[in-house]
């Protein structure tokens, strides 16, 4: 079903309305939440939006998938390992990440480091 997710900033923090703040910890997760902007919930057949947000110090889990992803980054700075690269980002550049390509996303900056993922949506569950 189409829908429009409203932007809400809030004291600095980034949401949209209705969407919930998920927890996106494990034992090699440090201060990451996603925020699913766009998937299965609105029957998207080709693809899901989320929104990734790593709070200073933090990071996502190393990582290697079958599908690729698209990566633009909304807020802070980061450092992006992808492949054997390691490049610093911040606000308005873009990130690809081939298939099977290992990577991992770190805040580097004092402010949160936010960025949306776009995924297939074969490969959208809330994992």
Known sequence: MS?????????????????????YESSEVQGTTVRWLVGPEEGAPSFAIRY?????GGCTSLDIHE????????RGRGRVLVGDDTVHVSFGDVVYVSPREQHQFRCVGQEPFGFLCVIPAERSTHE
């Not at 990734?52 to 200073?56: H, T």
């Not at 599908?67 to 909304?74: E, K, M, N």
Request: proline share 3%.
């Open 3 to 23: 829908c429009v997710r409203r932007f809400i900033a809030v004291d600095g923090s980034f949401h949209w309305d209705g969407i919930s703040v998920q927890s």
């Open 52 to 56: 990734f947000e790593v709070e200073p």
């Open 67 to 74: 599908h690729d992803h698209g990566v633009v980054v909304l």
